[in-house]
């Protein structure tokens, strides 16, 4: 355990070295020093003012984008809960959501209510980490709905996030790696509970042809990258895709140690039950220089790795 300082006191609760496998979606990864699971927003802020500058601080989900290496999480991670996940149909006709609120629970709360967020119904994890990185499927991405956000800086003081102020990209936004949104206005267009509902299990039908739905996954492992234009100017349309230059260099079903690329969708890293976290990075690293001696493409890996490597043995 690498915590020394005095805890925070604060109403949420407090765990020192707690081990993170069980947290992460690929269930892999070291303990964090400190895992804090706070109250309410003020809880946040009473912790983010207590914790000297020098700690680093990480805001967490359900771990869907996210490698945590074997080595663990040095500082402080903190992780939403049920007090973070509401969802509110606001009077001008917009929805209030909370950040913990899985995507998929969020799309069907929001059809029931005649709201179409169907996107979001086949992207793991939470809404907050959906903004982080701009998620999307299908053509529409979070850059679409939203109207605004709510969070805690790593000074404490709360601040209020306009679209213009998050830098949205393709799976892209500016946050801070320390600023923790708490909640977030969005805007959805009105539709037909029933056509919803329909519109979703086609999108979950349509995933599950291609895609590996019952493998330990993160979903894309890397960006679609961006070609050039016939005139040989750069392309930002990412209508070349990342697995096509994967199974082009022979990698689809690549293997090292428990872990493996798809051999369903060859741009899904996947854990087949014993792979560590240097397992997955390692091949994921080893499919970029594969691709890059290949075709000469640089891929950009879409999951964070996060953390130490585990300590060498000697």
């Known amino acids: 355990m690498s915590w020394t300082r005095p805890l925070p006191k604060v109403e949420g609760r407090l765990t020192l070295d707690r081990a993170m496998a069980d947290l992460s979606w690929l269930r892999t990864g070291g303990p964090v020093d400190l895992l804090f699971q706070p109250a309410h927003m003020a809880d946040i802020q009473t912790f983010m003012q207590a914790i000297p500058d020098d700690i680093p601080v990480m805001p967490i989900g359900v771990c869907s984008n996210l490698i945590i290496r074997d080595g663990g ?91 213009t102020d998050m830098g949205f990209a393709y799976r892209h936004s500016d946050l801070p790696d320390d600023l923790v949104i708490t909640q977030a206005v969005f805007s959805a267009p009105k539709g037909d509970p029933e056509a919803l509902a329909v519109k979703m299990e086609e999108a979950l039908a349509k995933r599950a042809e291609s895609q590996p739905v019952n493998d330990r996954s993160c979903g894309s492992t890397f960006r679609n990258p961006a070609g050039f234009s016939s005139t040989g100017q750069p392309d930002d349309s990412h209508e070349l895709k990342a697995w096509k230059v994967i199974d082009d260099a022979g990698l689809r079903g690549a293997t090292l140690g428990g872990a493996q690329m798809s051999e369903k969708h060859p741009n899904f890293l996947i854990n087949t039950g014993t792979a560590t976290s ?37």
């Open 73 to 163: 999480l040095r500082g402080a991670a903190i992780r939403l809960g049920r007090g973070f996940n509401g969802f509110e149909v606001m009077a001008n006709g917009q929805l209030r959501l909370g950040a913990g609120a899985l995507d998929a629970q969020v799309a069907k709360q929001a059809a029931a209510q005649g709201f179409d967020l169907a996107f979001l119904r086949t992207i793991p994890g939470t809404i907050g980490g959906a903004i982080r990185m701009n998620a999307g499927c299908y053509g529409s991405y979070v850059a679409d709905h939203f109207v605004s956000a709510t969070g805690v800086r790593r000074d404490g003081s709360i601040v209020k996030l306009k679209a």
């Open 278 to 314: 240097a397992d997955l990075e390692n091949l994921g690293e080893m499919v970029r220089k594969k691709v890059f001696q290949d075709a000469g493409i640089t891929l950009e890996w879409e999951i964070r790795r996060v953390g130490e490597p585990a300590p060498a043995i000697d």
